[in-house]
């Protein structure tokens, strides 16, 4: 079966060279605190090619650098300092943002939204990737064909599901991210094992849709352990790695008789990809060796094995490298789509539909909705009979603004460091600008983010008793969402900046705590040195607001049974103050725009791998 989607030009990027390519980390020796860093290679001098119409197989055993080279091929590890080194050209040239949004790239772990069904899922994707001159109803037959293509149509209405929900079978979602890559016809098509844990079956199924893209042109690169020798031999180029070097690298069918010329050769008939395997781990029983050679130790025979390919194989590599280059010299490159597939509000759009959807149980959960309207219940019984008493009534105030100052940026402050990964993955496909992601996610929390207060405060300004004026209650209310949206705006930077939940919680509860505290409620004689923290506290802004829309300087109040005062001049109130309330609101808008620009700027740093 051959895959018909023809959305792009199949020629953008799929002659793939990789040449001499070393990869780096640093590490710290263990046991010392103060060790030095030293450098580890992860590839040690890795070359091939893969051209339009070929799949190849990366093998070795686990921790040899597979997905480490292929990340690198698919432009996913940053060069810092001389990390990287050699030469990767993709039909020529250097990998390039462009180039991004015209290959696909599968990762192991398969980052998928737990609550959208299948073909919510690819709908989303093809709406998002494929490009603006296609109509929605293409794309989504587009969507449609792969979910055909991949045998997904007997769980297209199923959920995704995830760790807390249980939603289609791991092979099925292996599939979908698959689809997802496969969507948009990509000339290049990367893959981070994509059958590990499925039966051989599927397996199998996975491997004959993407050699179906191989006659179609396409160029697929894929890591992969232990195919069986039916898959085995449907590679038509393996490169073998052990260690971070390679010992093999040609066409699947040449590579037993390369291991038996150069000494190696299985004792009993068995399938090539474990006798590889075997050999890359230096495991394998050898025949027409003798037993001293047997006994040989693991190390040098690892280094008979890579001189062997040094020795046999890296001349044949260098010579198909530059046979390729002259090739190349000719061909005139295709335009490359350098621009985003789809304008900046088709991107809105769909993210806000596909955020809307996705959060739909979280945003209206019973659970959040129970837990406000009994906190709520609870103040409106506890102030019910406050009608008059400043203290309990300031009390009030100073309370509702302190819950909502807490509550929405511990909501907010998960949002993007559990998003992350999603991020990650669609950020480094180029699917769309993190400012139309950004927009969404403001938008798609609005709702819930603005409701919940709005009952809060009905049922508590209400029950406290609180001053019986239409003004009153909504600049009460229009104060208080203000504040709702700066302190989410604050989780979400706080989570943004610091991508790591326990650290940003606790830096989140230190913050909110001495912002309540120098709110002007508890505390009167704040010594000079610290009082400047009211004037960063979102809940000293919003208290001064709320005071203001409930007294107003001449109002009085019964102090002793004898004698009435200023209201003015009640302690809570008098810190805190009726002038500057313009102040007052421009740094609550200030804080609205402030906070949501660091979570952007924070954002940004996500997106490419390294
Ligand atoms: N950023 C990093 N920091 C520390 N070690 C790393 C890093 N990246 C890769 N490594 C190490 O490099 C080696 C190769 O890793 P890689 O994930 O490429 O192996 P692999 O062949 O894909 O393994 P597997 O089959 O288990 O996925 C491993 O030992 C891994 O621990």
Not at 152 to 161: H, P, T, W, Y
Not at 296 to 304: P, V
């Amino acid at each position: 079966m051959h895959l018909t989607l023809s959305v792009r030009d199949g020629e953008f990027c799929g002659r793939v060279q990789f040449e001499d390519v070393v990869y780096k980390i640093k590490t710290k020796a263990k046991g010392s605190i103060n060790a030095k860093q030293s450098e580890r290679a992860i590839l040690k001098g890795i070359s091939g090619a893969v051209l339009p119409g070929e799949m190849l197989a990366m093998l070795g055993p686990s921790g040899s650098g597979k997905t480490t080279l292929l990340t690198t091929l698919g432009g996913r590890i940053r060069r810092v300092g001389n990390n990287l080194d050699g030469s990767i050209t993709y039909n020529g040239r250097p990998f390039s943002n462009s180039l991004k949004r015209n290959m696909g790239f599968v990762t192991q772990d398969d980052v998928l939204y737990p609550h959208l069904t299948v073909t919510e899922t690819l709908v989303y994707t093809a709406l998002l990737r494929l490009p603006s001159t296609l109509s929605r109803q293409t794309k989504v037959e587009q969507a449609d064909a792969v979910i055909a293509q991949l045998g997904l149509a007997a769980c297209r209405n199923s959920i995704i599901g995830g760790p807390l929900v249980r939603g289609i079978s791991g092979g099925e979602r292996k599939r979908v991210s698959i689809g997802q890559e496969v969507l948009i016809n990509p000339s290049l098509l990367l893959l981070d094992e994509p059958t590990s844990g499925l039966d051989s079956t599927i397996a199998g199924r996975i491997v004959s849709t993407l050699w179906d893209l191989t006659k179609g042109g396409k160029t697929v690169v894929m890591t992969i352990h232990q195919p069986s020798s039916r898959l085995f031999y449907m590679f038509h180029k393996v490169l073998l790695l052990s260690d971070g070097n390679p010992i093999y690298y040609g066409k699947a069918s040449d590579a037993m008789d390369y291991f038996a010329r150069i000494g190696y050769a299985p004792t009993v008939a068995m399938n090539p990809a474990d006798f590889l395997l075997d050999l890359a781990n230096v495991t394998v029983m050898l025949a027409g060796i003798s037993t001293d050679d047997a006994r040989e130790d693991r190390a040098s025979t690892k280094e008979a094995l890579v001189s062997a390919y040094r020795n046999h194989l890296h001349g044949q590599v260098s010579e198909e490298l530059s046979g390729i280059s002259k090739q190349l010299k000719e061909y005139e490159p295709d335009k490359m789509a350098t621009e985003w597939c789809t304008t900046w509000c088709e991107q809105f759009k769909v993210l806000l539909q596909r955020d809307l959807k996705e959060r739909k149980h979280e945003s209206f959960s019973g659970l959040k909705i129970a837990q406000v309207l009994l906190v709520a219940l609870l103040a409106g019984f506890l102030w019910l009979h406050s009608g008059g008493h400043v203290q309990d009534q300031v009390g009030l105030l100073f309370f509702v603004v302190g819950f909502w100052s807490f509550y929405p940026v511990f909501q907010a402050i998960f949002t993007f460091p559990l998003e992350r990964t999603m991020l990650t993955k669609e950020r480094s496909s180029g699917m769309y600008r993190l400012s139309s992601y950004f927009a969404a996610r403001m938008v798609a929390d609005l709702p819930m983010e603005l409701i919940l207060p709005i009952i809060f405060v009905t049922i508590t300004y209400w029950m406290g008793s609180l001053k019986p004026v239409a003004a009153s209650f909504f600049t009460n209310l229009a104060v208080l969402l203000l504040s709702v949206l700066v302190a989410q705006g604050l989780g979400l930077a706080l989570g943004a900046l610091v991508m790591d939940l326990k650290a940003a919680t606790t830096l989140a509860s230190v913050l909110m705590l001495s912002f309540m505290l120098a709110g002007g409620y508890f505390v009167q004689n704040i010594p000079p040195f610290i009082a400047w923290i009211k004037y960063i506290s979102l809940s000293y802004y919003a208290f001064k607001l709320q005071i203001s829309s409930q007294y107003s300087p001449s109002d009085t109040y019964q102090c002793t049974p004898v004698m009435r005062c200023q209201v003015a001049d009640f302690p809570s109130i008098k810190l805190v103050g009726f002038d500057h309330q313009g102040m007052a609101l421009a740094a609550l808008f200030l804080m609205l725009f402030l906070y949501r620009l660091v979570a952007y700027l924070g954002l940004m740093r996500v997106g490419v791998t390294g």
